[in-house]
């Protein structure tokens, strides 16, 4: 196929011939040539969003909920420097986006000219690839070689800059068209000898432990993973980014490691001698103090990104493929180890589990004065909403009790910014996880400091009918800074209060000036009324103020920088190892 037309058409063209059906985004001067063929466009639904910052995390949500390629794009300097949170935050969680960005005309860019920024050199730190096309010839390609590089591999963001002379020229357009990416060739498949040599490890191990990350859920591995689980009878740690590859009911599931995770996922780790590592990073929120995090343990390391091997901790077994393919052939070794005899006993060493798991259960103390504790309401949401509705965390407090005190028994379930911690992620991340799964229940659970980062695509989730529900967790404080405050700083709040006590911003108010349904509950006795009536709510976004004490903290907790032998179950007891194991 070859037809003559503009660069602007040939990007809206391309698009739709890889299969977008949604962009979010801002029109602004050197991107506005794109948006004409784009108003024609009957394929490509284009949500306008109130900030860029709100359309990068909305492909963001739309990726995890589709397990697509996300869509967002801006205009060039400041509309393009606002994408560099959500792509940075995208990266650091290999989230697959596709960022297009205008540049100024080709013969401008230099020059500083109005609104230049040059965000390929900007970016090129966080992003998997970046293009500056300045041939209107190479659209088609650089659209094809985009998308395929953001969505295979360790998938990620990747970012298209386009000169406005670019979009604006007339040529020849040709489909279909060939990828020129030579040096690109993404392992999946892992090593057969490296796999045989992880399951004679894990046959031969005492104290073995699955330590599990996100990259089983970007591979929808949790099928194999629950196989493999089952086959060996070892624990299994869900991180942060992997909460639902594997059911937290799971018997055989010890919960979230790090620092806010459950002590015995925790201990698990420290005591184990081997640690079978999948699609995981050994990030220092999970390993604390690096060099005393599982000192004992062999190391299992299965990656698609042959970076990440060995970077952090050594791999004594390393394999390099998809998450999904390691574990087909990890089954397949270990059936084999069974059939011949030798098969891991682990009886001891799940007495020691257990009584991790008995003694340190997760839980929470009820406020003295009667207000409301953040840590039940998130509970009666996951209750209340169930296991098929997804919930979307902004980052502090309220993300750990979200990880913590609902239940995950479904890949995909929960969604957060992890490596950036990004505040301002929820509500926009919401909004695009409820465009990819419009059936489906999605309730953003968010602070009151990070809901007003990014509050205003309540507007857009509004005017585009996209019912979000939206729990905001009011402490009146920076919650997490709050806490660092009172273990660390001598409870000295320096600029943490938010002096919502004086309702400034009164989020129920806000949230019908936004064309959204606000409520508000302060008392646990209608809590459950309160989100049954949001659960009733599905033509219109709901906002829901929970008023609660300011004073909760996330238990457990391991201090940054220190050994996760020194976690603590409460303030002010010892470590749990010095109360005996």
């Not at 910052?53 to 967002?72: E, L």
């Not at 989230?95 to 230049?116: K, R, W």
């Not at 979200?402 to 490596?419: K, L």
Request: charged share 20%.
């Amino acid at each position: 196929m070859t037809e003559q037309m503009t660069g602007a058409q040939a990007l809206v063209r391309a698009l739709e011939l890889v299969g977008v059906d949604t962009i979010f985004g801002i029109p602004g001067g050197a991107i506005l040539p794109a948006y004409d063929p784009l108003f024609d466009s009957e394929q490509i639904r284009h949500i306008l969003v109130r900030h860029e910052q709100g359309a990068g995390h909305a492909a963001q949500g739309y990726a995890q909920a589709t397990g697509r390629v996300g869509v967002c794009i801006a205009t060039s300097g400041p509309g393009a420097t606002n994408l560099v949170t959500p792509i940075a935050d995208a990266y650091m969680d290999s989230v697959p986006i596709v960022a297009i960005t205008g540049q100024v005309a080709s013969a401008s860019i230099g020059t500083d000219a109005f609104q230049e920024a040059d965000i390929v050199g900007i970016t090129m730190p966080i992003t998997k690839h970046n293009f500056l096309v300045t041939d209107p010839a190479d659209i088609g390609r650089t659209i094809v070689e985009a998308f395929h590089i953001a969505g295979t591999g360790r998938r990620g963001p990747v970012l298209v800059d386009i000169a406005k002379d670019t979009l604006q020229a007339t040529f020849d357009f040709a489909w279909p068209v060939p990828m020129a990416l030579p040096g690109y060739r993404p392992v999946t498949r892992p090593h057969s000898k490296q796999v045989r040599e992880a399951a004679r490890l894990i046959t031969e191990a005492k104290r073995p432990v699955l330590y599990v990350g996100g990259g089983v859920l970007k591979a929808q591995a949790s099928a194999e993973l629950k196989v493999l689980a089952e086959l060996t009878g070892a624990p299994v740690v869900t991180t942060l980014m992997a909460k639902g590859a594997f059911p937290d009911s799971h018997p055989q599931h010890m919960g979230m490691p790090g620092m806010h995770g459950t002590v015995g996922a925790v201990g698990a780790l420290q005591k184990s001698d081997l640690l079978v590592v999948l699609g995981a990073r050994f990030d220092d929120r999970v390993t604390g103090k690096l060099d005393s995090f599982a000192p004992d343990a062999a190391v299992v390391h299965a990656d698609i990104d042959p970076a990440e091997i060995s970077k952090n901790r050594h791999a004594d077994v390393p394999i390099v493929g998809d998450a999904r393919e390691v574990l087909a052939d990890m089954i397949v070794a270990i059936q084999a180890e069974q059939a011949a005899g030798r098969r891991g006993d682990y009886a001891e060493w799940w007495q020691q589990l257990n009584y991790w798991k008995e003694t340190y259960p997760l839980g929470y103390d009820l406020p003295e004065n009667g207000e409301l504790s953040p840590q039940y309401v998130i509970e009666r949401i996951g209750k209340i909403a169930g296991p098929e509705a997804y919930y979307v965390a902004g980052v502090g407090q309220h993300q750990m009790w979200a990880a913590q005190h609902i239940g995950y028994d479904r890949p995909g379930a929960f969604v957060n910014s992890g490596g950036a911690g990004t505040m301002g992620f929820a509500i926009p991340a919401a909004m695009g996880v409820k465009v990819g799964s419009p059936e489906s229940v999605v309730w953003a659970i968010d602070g009151d400091g990070c809901f007003q980062m990014t509050n205003q695509e309540l507007a857009t989730c509004a005017i585009e009918n996209i019912p979000i529900k939206v729990a905001i967790i009011n402490n009146g404080n920076l919650g997490m800074v709050r806490q660092w405050q009172t273990l660390f700083y001598n409870q000295r709040y320096s600029n943490t209060d938010l002096q919502t006590s004086r309702r400034i911003p009164d989020f129920v108010k806000l949230a019908d000036a936004y064309g959204c349904v606000g409520l508000r509950c302060e008392k646990a006795e209608d809590v459950d009324a309160t989100i049954a009536k949001a659960m009733e709510i599905n033509d219109a976004p709901v906002v829901i103020d929970f008023v609660v004490h300011k004073d909760a903290m996330v238990w457990p907790m391991v201090a940054a920088g220190t050994s996760n032998d020194d976690i603590k179950f409460a303030r002010d007891l010892a470590p749990v190892w010095e109360n005996g194991e």
